[in-house]
């Protein structure tokens, strides 16, 4: 059948480039330590910051509210999928960001999937970061404004381009970045961007998903760090806040109103099931209140990035829990990940095409679960598997 040979085909190409992704299945809850193929490894590539997908509080609440509300809502929330505590949900991540109201989504890749085609038409103008998460790119591509990217974080493009779509005549513009670019854990410059959004009169759109929960003085995101309002935030239930699943955006409340009227994802997808609702609440205290989960989180980074520089690697400046170790050559961080792995360290390597040609790397990420014995214990590897590779003199 010549369909299925043009697949096969395709999927030779994938293994001959040496793009293959596998998936390691964990016998384990995710955690600092997790069980893979029977062995327990030091797990370094969890979006699981704070340390609480295993939390017992989490664990908790979702049982209690699996026995109050059933298993399933069975319906989109329009019709009759939304339960009270949808709504409880969506007014706590409000009032926790700062914005008039928010609306859940099955996912932050819907969220950003949702937003822009029925705020934007043809008249208006979106301009992305080129660095931007896959799903704003297919959320821009979904909607009729004019588009525009621009280099990451370059600001003066960035006014290039807000110049030219006014030129242009658009009539609203938006600029779309990721609070934290999650190959290279660099934080977008929001005070910068807000003040070219102000005098060029354009809204703010950011995605938070590696900040929301640890990031900023009450884990708000990276506009609490900043110091900024921005007009539109999204972000996701399945990093930080207890890692299950589900996304949000929160902003003013006739756009929160619109999206709920015409926002498709909302509209013709499930209802999260209460359980997670339940969770992300005990989650979002734990996070606004949780200044020792921050402060655990903050002090295994600090520890992690000293270590790993005292062995002689190479990291991308910063002070966000992604750490990323430059290897450069993509064989060289497969091989650095391979060895790893044998020494019972979960790393996943990254290179062309998800990172440019030359700069190939391990990325790692800091936990709040992960303890001092957890990281000595992974910084020898690192130095046992430099040296066998090469990636250490
Ligand atoms: C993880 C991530 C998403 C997707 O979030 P999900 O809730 O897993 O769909 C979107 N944007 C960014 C920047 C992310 O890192």
Known sequence: MPFLDDIQAQLQEIRDEGLWKEERPLSSPQGGRVQVAGREVINLCANNYLGLADHPDLIRASQEALGEMGYGMASVRFICGTAEIHRQLEQRL?????????????????????????????????ISDSLNHASIIDGIRLCKAQRYRFANSDMADLEAKLKEAREKGARNIMIATDGVFSMDGYFANLPEIRRLADEYDALVMVDD?????????????????????????TGTLGKALGGAIGGYIAGPQPVIDLLRQRARPY??????????????LVAIDMAEKGDDLRAQLTENTAYWRAGLTDLGFELLPGEHPIVPVMLHEAPKAQAMAAKLGE??????????????????RIRTQMNAALTR?????????????????????
Request: net charge negative; glycine share 12%; charged share 15%.
């Open 373 to 393: 014995a957890d990281l000595d214990t992974a910084l020898a590897a690192f130095e046992e598997a430099g040296r066998a590779t090469g990636a250490l003199q």
């Open 343 to 360: 020494l019972g360290v979960y790393v996943s390597g990254f290179f062309y095409p998800v990172v440019p040609k030359g700069r190939a």
């Open 267 to 280: 509209l013709f997808s499930n209802a999260l099931p209460p359980a997670i609702c339940a969770a992300s």
């Open 209 to 233: 998903c590696h900040a929301t929960g640890f990031v900023g003085a009450t884990g708000a995101g990276t506009p609490e760090r900043a110091g900024v309002k921005v007009d539109v935030i």
């Open 94 to 126: 409000a009032r926790w960001l700062g914005h008039d109201d928010a609306i859940l989504f099955a996912a932050c890749f819907d969220a950003n999937g949702a937003l822009f085609e029925p705020l934007l038409g043809p008249q208006d103008a979106v």
